[in-house]
């Protein structure tokens, strides 16, 4: 062929035979070269059997968070309440519920809150702690600790005694907007339909967080419960679907609640939902 026939690149042994050609001069005796007697007799023994898993930072070891959890230092304990959330219901196997469970009145703030999001990821083996949880720690000075509450109680499902539901309605009234979000989050993921008409009062809350997961909750409970749609009645989520639909400050969670209620929903969000494909909101638009 005519074309020019590209430089042949050098071989890669060539490259690091080069780097390490200096080892092997006589000033300086590769160690790997000539290895002593002993180690040429030593056989060489595996690390780990093949197939087992290998230790790793995000493994936990139960004596390790016991010894963590005993030893008083809040950083330490901190990380170990993550790890264990980060593990979820794997957690659960390694008996942690009770150790993390007397962790959830912890005195510090940051202690108590990872105390909440590991119990709480753990699932329903939890749940013999949450009537302590709704009664005590939803009654906790610090936001940010009922937030967590309310959120971990929602985790509990269908194990969630009444009575705890009941402290989690109590929730929507709390001072702090992020807590009465968490409240109303909470019971959509408990598909609390029964608490429809207490979620409808807060569809006029001062906090666009707080009305935008009310219509979301009420979407899926009229969606997802009869008696619900019969009772509470589509004509009146109608005006405040469109109203939050034209609010930017809602109009992603309004989407959600159109997206539950599918066929239910009024025919005037047709033409907002195809607006809203371009919206400069990435969440609204998905």
Not at 108 to 114: E, M, P, T
Not at 206 to 230: K, M, Q
Not at 265 to 285: F, H, N, Q, W, Y
Request: hydrophobic content about 45%.
């Amino acid at each position: 062929s005519s074309r020019d026939v590209p430089a042949q690149r050098a071989p890669r042994e060539s490259v690091f035979a080069r780097a390490l050609a200096p080892c092997f001069t006589s000033a300086c005796v590769c160690p790997l070269a000539s290895p002593p007697a002993a180690m040429a007799k030593r056989q060489v023994t595996l690390l780990r059997k093949i197939g087992t898993d290998i230790q790793g930072p995000g493994q936990l070891d139960r004596n390790s968070v016991l010894s963590a959890f005993a030893s008083g230092n809040k950083e330490r304990i901190t990380a170990t309440l993550k790890r264990v959330a980060a593990s979820g219901q794997q957690a659960a196997a390694f008996n942690l519920v009770e150790p993390v469970g007397r962790l959830l009145a912890h005195q510090d703030d940051d202690v108590c809150k990872a105390a909440l999001d590991a119990w709480g990821n753990m699932g329903e083996v939890g749940v013999r702690f949450a009537d302590d949880v709704g009664e005590h720690v939803l009654k906790h000075p610090s936001a940010p600790c009922r937030a967590a509450a309310l959120e971990a109680l929602g985790k509990m499902g269908l194990a969630l005694s009444r009575a705890s539901r009941q402290q989690v309605i109590s929730r929507l009234v709390d001072d702090e907007p992020s807590v009465r979000q968490a409240a109303v989050r909470a019971l959509i993921a408990l598909g609390a339909t029964a608490s429809a008409k207490a979620v409808q009062g807060v569809l006029g809350d001062a906090s666009p967080g707080v009305r935008g997961a009310a219509i979301e909750a009420l979407g899926y409970f009229v969606a997802a419960s009869e008696e619900v749609e019969s009772s509470f009645g589509l004509e009146t989520l109608r005006k405040p679907l469109l109203d939050l639909l034209k609010n930017g400050s809602t109009r992603c969670s309004a989407l959600i609640a159109v997206q539950y209620l599918a066929d239910k929903a009024p025919s005037e969000c047709v033409d907002i939902v195809v607006d809203a494909l371009g919206d400069k909101d990435g969440p609204t638009r998905e």
